[in-house]
């Protein structure tokens, strides 16, 4: 399997619109607990071993910039009652060619909720917050994420190699 990583460009200017379907909705950072919602989403995907180490790089590179936060990380959740969240993405920043440009982060659902057409929506809505900051963003994903890269190509992403600096 290749894990060697790729990165990805948008110019930011054509995004494309994917709703959400009905039962779902957008929120952003902001609820008491958001970071230990945010830990759940991470560790269900395997992005992180435990809760422990996923609280250690929240606090290391998000809640640094709490203002930002609440701007910038994205959840979807069910719509019924106080909701359920299920997935996240983050419309952060980064260096890319020695330039600050927009940084498309954590793109993650929860397994239970995969494969029921909410990572385009989710990845549009984070693209259409970067837009506010950024002309232009980028991403960084492994080549072995075929499903992924294949996603991000469709709705515009191009790819870049290991250009850039993460």
């Known amino acids: 399997m ?7 460009t948008h110019q930011l200017q054509s995004i494309p ?5 009905d039962g779902y909705r957008f929120r952003y950072f902001g609820k008491e607990n958001d970071e230990l919602v945010w830990t759940d989403i991470v560790t269900a995907t395997g992005e992180f071993p435990d809760q422990n180490k996923a609280l250690e ?15 910038r990380i994205i959840f979807i959740e069910t719509e019924e009652g106080e909701g ?3 997935g996240t993405a983050t ?3 980064g260096d890319w060619e020695q330039k600050e440009i927009g940084r498309l982060h954590w793109v993650e659902i ?7 057409g909410l990572g385009k929506p989710l990845i549009t809505k984070a693209m259409q917050t970067l837009a506010l900051y ?3 963003a980028y ?3 492994q080549y072995s994420s075929e499903a992924a890269i294949h996603l991000y190509k469709k709705l515009g992403w191009r790819k870049e190699g290991s250009l850039g600096k993460a």
Do not use: C, Y
């Open 2 to 8: 290749n894990n060697k990583t790729l990165f990805m």
């Open 17 to 21: 619109s994917h709703p959400l379907e």
């Open 57 to 71: 790089r929240f606090h290391r590179e998000l809640a640094v910039h709490t203002e930002e936060m609440k701007r």
């Open 84 to 86: 359920m969240p299920i």
């Open 91 to 93: 419309a952060w920043w």
């Open 110 to 116: 929860i397994p239970a909720f995969q494969g029921k």
């Open 134 to 136: 950024h002309d232009q």
């Open 139 to 141: 991403l960084k994903t």
